[in-house]
C-alpha cells in the first residue's frame, strides 16, 4: 500500500492511500463540517473513505493529459496511466488550492525553501521553445501539473518579476505560445477573452506577451489570489468531469459526444451545491455567440467557496473556433459542441430558440432565459467596436467579422 497526503490551505485535510491500483481517499477527522464538499462536489466530508470509482477521476483530472502526460511520465520513470505515481511528482503545484505530498513533507518545506528563481525573457523564451520535451515546463526542480493537451508553461508574478512556481510560491500565470495549425491563435484567444470582459462578464484575465521573440497568450490564473500580505492565496476548483466523476484517460472523453458531461448534469450539480444557472447559461451563450464549439467538461469548471458552496468558475479558454472554415488558407476544424445544446450537436445550427430550450431542461423560466441571451448578445454587439479600438495587437478582420455577425443574428 502506498500513501499521499492531501493538504488544502497548509492543513492535512485527507489522505490517499492506493492498493493493488484501486485507489481510495479518507478525510483527516474534523477536517470540515460532515456534508461540505471540501475536496470535490462527488466527495463531501464523510467518516466513511471513498472507493476508486470516485477518487480516481476527480485525481487524474488534476494531471497533464496526452503527450505532455507520457512525456512527463517518461521523464520520472511512471507509465503513463501510473496516476498516483505521477501525482506524487506533481501534486505540489495542482488546479485549485489542494497540495499533494508524500508523508513526511510540508507544504511550508523543510528545511527553509531556496530563493524564488527569478527569470529573463531569454529564460523564458528558451523554456516556451522547450515546451516540446519539457511540457508546462517541468523539470527536476519544477514539480507542476496542469490539465490539457495544448502546450503551456506555468510561471509566477512575483514583486513584478516572472519566477519558476514553488511548493511557497505556486503559479499565477499560464503562458500558451501559438498553436501551429490554428492560424492567429493568440489573437483570437485574446480577442474573445477581452470581449468576454468587457462585455462585464467575469472571465479570466488575458493579454498578450513577448518573450525573446515568442509571442504567448498570458492567462492570470483565477484559482490564484494575493492575499493583503502579498502572499499567492490557491482558490479551490474543479471542472465538471472532475465534479461528476467522469474518467477522462483520452482527451475526447471530455466531450459529451465521447462519454463527457451534459449541460442538464452540470446545471443540477451547480444549483445543487448554491450555483447560478443564469450564470452558466451566460457562459454558454457567450461561447455560442463567439463561435467557440471546444466548450467541454473540463473547461468548464466550479470555484469552491469558503462557506462550502460553488459558483460557477470565471470563463476562460475561449476563442473563435468557427474562424477555422477552411477559407483563405486557413485550417478548417470540426464544428461539432463539445456540449450539445438541446437537440444541436453543431454550433453552426443553435439558435436562440435552442439555448432557451437547453436553459428550460435546468429549470429556467422562458421569458428570463430568452431576456438573458438576448440582452448579453446586445451588449456584446455593442462593444466590440471599442474592445477592437484599445486593444494594443491586431485581429484579423475575418475573425472580428464572424463574431459580429453572430452576435447581431442574437441580439
Given at each position: 500500500m502506498t500513501?499521499?497526503?492531501?493538504w488544502m490551505h497548509g492543513r492535512l485535510v485527507a489522505t490517499i492511500k492506493e492498493s493493488r491500483r484501486r485507489m481510495t481517499l479518507t478525510y483527516v477527522e474534523g477536517a470540515a463540517r460532515l456534508g461540505v464538499p471540501l475536496i470535490s462536489v462527488a466527495m463531501p466530508m464523510s467518516a466513511n473513505a471513498y472507493p476508486d470509482k470516485v477518487v480516481r477521476p476527480f485525481f487524474h483530472g488534476l494531471l497533464p493529459e496526452g503527450e505532455a502526460r507520457q512525456m512527463i511520465a517518461y521523464d520520472f520513470g511512471l507509465a503513463a496511466d501510473d496516476d498516483f505515481g505521477l501525482l506524487a511528482q506533481l501534486g505540489r503545484d495542482c488546479a485549485g488550492a489542494l497540495v499533494v505530498l508524500p508523508p513526511g513533507e510540508m507544504p511550508e518545506g523543510e528545511p527553509p525553501p531556496q530563493p524564488l528563481e527569478v527569470l529573463d525573457d531569454s529564460e523564458i523564451?528558451?523554456?516556451?521553445?522547450?515546451?516540446?520535451?519539457?511540457?508546462?515546463?517541468?523539470?527536476?526542480?519544477?514539480?507542476?501539473?496542469?490539465?490539457?493537451?495544448?502546450?503551456?508553461?506555468?510561471?509566477?508574478?512575483?514583486?513584478?518579476?516572472?519566477?519558476?512556481?514553488?511548493?511557497?510560491?505556486?503559479?499565477?500565470?499560464?503562458?500558451?505560445?501559438?498553436?501551429?495549425?490554428?492560424?492567429?491563435?493568440?489573437?483570437?484567444?485574446?480577442?474573445?477573452?477581452?470581449?468576454a470582459?468587457?462585455?462585464?462578464?467575469?472571465?479570466?484575465?488575458?493579454?498578450?506577451?513577448?518573450?525573446?521573440?515568442?509571442?504567448?497568450?498570458?492567462?492570470?490564473?483565477y484559482d490564484r489570489q494575493l492575499d493583503a500580505h502579498g502572499t499567492t492565496r490557491r482558490l479551490h476548483q474543479?471542472?465538471?468531469?472532475?465534479?461528476?466523476?467522469?474518467?477522462?484517460?483520452?482527451?475526447?472523453?471530455?466531450?459529451?459526444a465521447f462519454g463527457g458531461p451534459n449541460l442538464r448534469t452540470i446545471a443540477k450539480v451547480l444549483t445543487q451545491w448554491g450555483g447560478?444557472?443564469?450564470?452558466?447559461?451566460?457562459?454558454?451563450?457567450?461561447?455560442?455567440?463567439?463561435g467557440n464549439a471546444d466548450l467541454h467538461g473540463k473547461n468548464l469548471s466550479l470555484l469552491h467557496l469558503d462557506d462550502g458552496t460553488v459558483t460557477l468558475a470565471p470563463i476562460y479558454d475561449v476563442m473563435c473556433t468557427t474562424y477555422y472554415d477552411g477559407q483563405q488558407g486557413r485550417r478548417q476544424i470540426d464544428t461539432e459542441l463539445g456540449l450539445f445544446i438541446a437537440d444541436k450537436t453543431n454550433i453552426l445550427t443553435v439558435t436562440v430558440d435552442d439555448l432557451v430550450a437547453e436553459a428550460q431542461t435546468w429549470g429556467m423560466q422562458t421569458v428570463a432565459a430568452r431576456k438573458t441571451i438576448s440582452s448579453l448578445a446586445a451588449h456584446i454587439a455593442g462593444t466590440i467596436a471599442d474592445t477592437v479600438d484599445k486593444l494594443g495587437f491586431t485581429v484579423p478582420a475575418a475573425l472580428i467579422d464572424r463574431v459580429r455577425e453572430r452576435t447581431t443574428h442574437f441580439a
Open positions: 500513501v499521499l497526503q492531501v523564451g528558451r523554456r516556451l521553445r522547450a515546451l516540446p520535451v519539457h511540457p508546462l515546463g517541468v523539470t527536476g526542480a519544477i514539480r507542476a501539473s496542469l490539465p490539457g493537451v495544448q502546450p503551456k508553461l506555468l510561471l509566477t508574478r512575483h514583486d513584478g518579476k516572472w519566477c519558476s512556481p514553488d511548493t511557497l510560491h505556486p503559479s499565477t500565470h499560464i503562458l500558451k505560445p501559438p498553436v501551429v495549425e490554428l492560424e492567429h491563435s493568440v489573437a483570437n484567444e485574446a480577442f474573445c477573452m477581452t470581449l470582459t468587457d462585455a462585464g462578464l467575469i472571465a479570466a484575465a488575458t493579454s498578450i506577451g513577448n518573450f525573446d521573440g515568442v509571442t504567448v497568450l498570458l492567462s492570470e490564473r474543479e471542472d465538471t468531469c472532475q465534479a461528476l466523476s467522469i474518467m477522462t484517460r483520452v482527451a475526447r472523453q471530455k466531450y459529451q447560478s444557472a443564469t450564470d452558466l447559461l451566460r457562459y454558454v451563450t457567450f461561447s455560442v455567440l463567439m
